[in-house]
């Protein structure tokens, strides 16, 4: 069965239509990325995925259930957890302690301390560190450890190289594989077409809430993904 099914999803800021009749299946184990300009609602359609913000129309279900009226808390219970743009850390706490604010809704699951230090070593030595006296790819490493700590079904990942270097970029992006062997599928917004069809499955190109252009990313051709990107088809 389909693990996230979006249909016909509509999300407004007031008049604006930020996501217009936007249909997604993401089944488990896939890695599906989202590109798009500034401003396409690449960050608007993943917030309505999390319960953040209310759709106008259309229907979200995980696994058959229908969970498009429930709040963001019941969602992650369910195992949808999201990594915000700008990896939103708690500032007065440590490593340690905005890992575990991540565990506060939990699914049963392989995800614990001792997993996230696993996959980032250095997560573990400096656990009592605070989280301001991280660098950005350390902070967006620390925001994907504590989604994985409710052991979700689904991680959404907003921007994760915003303001970071290629080289730290793709670091991040290495432990993608072991994500998803870990039973977790990844729905990720990415500016970047070069890396976001080198890590996905499937890609999406959305320009204005629509969808112009999708499919598998190694049949994808950069310049059409470039040509919808600036709305060019
Ligand atoms: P970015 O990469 O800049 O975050 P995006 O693709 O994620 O872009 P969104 O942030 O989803 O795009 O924005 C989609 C549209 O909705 C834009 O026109 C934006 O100006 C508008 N928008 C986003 N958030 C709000 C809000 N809280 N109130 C009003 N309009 C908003």
């Known amino acids: 069965?389909?693990?996230?099914?979006?249909?016909?999803?509509?999300?407004?800021?007031?008049?604006?239509?930020a996501v217009q009749d936007f249909?997604?299946?993401v089944e488990a184990g896939e890695k599906v990325a989202v590109i798009g300009a500034n401003g396409a609602g690449k960050s608007t359609l993943l917030r309505?995925?999390?319960g953040i913000l209310p759709v106008s129309a259309g229907r979200i279900s995980l696994d058959g259930e229908d969970i498009t009226e429930l709040t963001p808390y019941r969602r992650v219970a369910l195992g949808i957890?999201?990594?915000?743009?700008g990896r939103r850390l708690f500032r007065?706490?440590?490593?340690?302690?905005?890992?575990?604010t991540g565990a506060y809704r939990k699914r049963p699951g392989s995800w614990n301390l001792e997993a996230v230090y696993e996959l980032f070593p250095w997560m573990g030595e400096r656990r009592k560190l605070g989280a301001t006296q991280l660098s950005g790819g350390e902070q967006q490493a620390v925001a994907i450890g504590r989604a994985l700590m409710s052991n979700p079904r689904i991680l959404l990942i907003d921007e994760l190289s915003l303001?970071?270097?290629?080289?730290i970029v793709k670091r991040i992006y290495s432990v993608v594989p072991r994500v998803i062997e870990s039973g977790c599928a990844v729905l990720f917004v990415e500016q970047d077409v070069s890396q976001a069809l080198s890590v996905a499955d499937h890609a999406l190109c959305l320009l204005e809430g629509r969808t112009m252009l999708a499919g598998p990313a190694g049949e994808l051709e950069l310049p059409a993904v470039e040509a919808a990107y600036f709305g060019a088809v």
């Open 81 to 85: 957890a999201m990594v915000p743009e």
């Open 163 to 167: 303001g970071l270097s290629p080289a």
């Open 1 to 17: 069965m389909t693990l996230l099914d979006i249909n016909n999803v509509s999300v407004r800021h007031g008049q604006l239509r």
């Open 48 to 50: 309505a995925i999390a």
């Open 23 to 25: 249909s997604l299946r």
């Open 92 to 100: 007065s706490l440590t490593i340690e302690e905005n890992l575990l």
